[in-house]
C-alpha cells in the first residue's frame, strides 16, 4: 500500500477563499483522523471517522471547517472562508478498529492563507 | 480523559550521547502508548509502541521506551545519539475503546556534533 496519501502538499490561498484538502487512507482501514499542527498549538485533533461515519467533531474551530468522507477511501476537509489564522500544516491519518494499533499519517499539506 | 505531558520542549545532546525523552501518561483504564518521530516537513512515523505485551519495547531505529505504572511514565530512550535523530518526537496515548490517539505537545531534540 502506497500508505496515506493527501493532496495537495502546499496550498497558498487568499484570505477569503475555500480551501479543500484532500485525504486517501489506507486500505481497510476504518478510522480517519483529521489533525492540524501549529506552532502554537500543536498537533490537535480535528475530527474523526469511522466507517466513514463522523465520531467526534469537537475539535473543529469554527463553522468555516467542515469534513466529509463519502466513501471509505476519500475525505475531504474544506474550509469556507479561509483566514490568515487558518495557516497550518494538515494531517490526515488511518488505523484499524483495534486500540492496540497505531495511526498512520499522511505527508500532510502545507496551507498557506494570505 | 486520556493525556499524556511530554517534559522539555527542547533537548540536546551530543553525538554519542544518551538520549532521554520524558513522557508521563494519565488514563483511568489500561493505555496504550506510542511515541511517533516527525523529520522536517515529514508526517509522524511511529517509533515504538506498548500495547501491554511487554513492558520494555523497542522500536526503530535503536530506540526503546519502558512502560512503568507505578511512575506513569513511559520515557523514550537511545544509548547512543546519531546526527540523524535530530527530529521532533511526539507521545501519545489511546484508552482501551477509545479510537482517537491524545498527543504531547512533542520534545524537540537536537544532536550536536
Known amino acids: 500500500d502506497a500508505g496515506v496519501i493527501q493532496s495537495p502538499r502546499h496550498e497558498v490561498t487568499e484570505m477569503g477563499q475555500e480551501v479543500t484538502l484532500r485525504c486517501k487512507p489506507i486500505?481497510?482501514?476504518?478510522?480517519l483522523f483529521w489533525y492540524r499542527q501549529t506552532m502554537m498549538r500543536g498537533l490537535e485533533l480535528l475530527i474523526y471517522?469511522?466507517?466513514?461515519?463522523?465520531?467526534?467533531d469537537s475539535g473543529m474551530p469554527e463553522d468555516r471547517f467542515s469534513a466529509k468522507m463519502p466513501n471509505a477511501s476519500f475525505s475531504t476537509l474544506k474550509i469556507q472562508p479561509s483566514e490568515p489564522r487558518d495557516s497550518a500544516v494538515y494531517f490526515c491519518?488511518?488505523?484499524?478498529?483495534?486500540?492496540?494499533?497505531?495511526?498512520?499519517f499522511g505527508q500532510g499539506t502545507r496551507l498557506t492563507v494570505v | 480523559a486520556q493525556s499524556v505531558t511530554q517534559l522539555g520542549s527542547h533537548v540536546s545532546v551530543s553525538e554519542g550521547a544518551l538520549v532521554l525523552l520524558r513522557c508521563n501518561y494519565s488514563?483511568?483504564?489500561?493505555?496504550?502508548l506510542f511515541w511517533y518521530v516527525q523529520y522536517p516537513n515529514q508526517g509522524l512515523q511511529l517509533l515504538l509502541k506498548?500495547?501491554?505485551?511487554?513492558?520494555l519495547v523497542k522500536g526503530i531505529n535503536g530506540f526503546e521506551a519502558e512502560f512503568k505504572k507505578s511512575e506513569t511514565s513511559f520515557h523514550l530512550t537511545k544509548p547512543s545519539a546519531h546526527m540523524s535523530d535530530a527530529a521532533e518526537y511526539f507521545c501519545?496515548?489511546?484508552?482501551?475503546?477509545?479510537?482517537?490517539?491524545?498527543f504531547g505537545t512533542g520534545t524537540r531534540l537536537l544532536v550536536s556534533p
Open positions: 491519518a488511518s488505523s484499524w478498529d483495534t486500540a492496540n494499533t497505531e495511526a498512520f
Open positions: 486500505s481497510g482501514h476504518d478510522y
Open positions: 471517522f469511522n466507517n466513514n461515519v463522523p465520531i467526534d
Open positions: 488514563s483511568s483504564v489500561p493505555p496504550y
Open positions: 506498548y500495547t501491554s505485551a511487554a513492558t
Open positions: 501519545a496515548v489511546r484508552g482501551t475503546g477509545f479510537q482517537k490517539l491524545v
